[in-house]
């Protein structure tokens, strides 16, 4: 039962689902074969160091993470962790404003300012501590607007 005094949340769902993988076409293979899923087009952000898909799963999405280089944040989470589950995105109307109120409550933020996300819309990541060593992301993929 909801508190009067809650104010409301700022997510809409679930969006997306990260997995870090070392050969994407190959994971990709692996959704397809086990469930019938059918991955989207591969998006590449070179100047982040990686390429990915989305497969729908209903009214989420997997979203599957592979590096270009050595150097990019993928490879580095591949090479501590190993391949896996990488974040848990959030949709929420605003990301800009999303930022700004979770700053103001003194969360810890990879990003304080909006940036272009894989899908198109804007993203940002909270620090992985604030949620158990979860990275979590939220975003505006719908709108793209901030």
Known sequence: MANKNQVPSPVKKIHH????????EAASAVYHELFGLFAGPI???EDLGIRGCFIP????NLELLASTHQDSEISEFINSHGEGLHHLCFEVSNVGECLTNLEVKGIA?????????LAGGLIGFLE????????IEISDHQTGKE
Not at 17 to 24: C, E, N, S, T, Y
């Open 17 to 24: 689902i990260g997995i870090a993988v070392k050969q994407l």
């Open 43 to 45: 998006i590449e952000l």
């Open 128 to 135: 992985p501590f604030i949620a158990n060593e979860v990275l």
């Open 57 to 60: 799963v209903g009214e989420t």
């Open 109 to 117: 933020l990879k990003d304080k300012k909006p940036r272009p996300g």
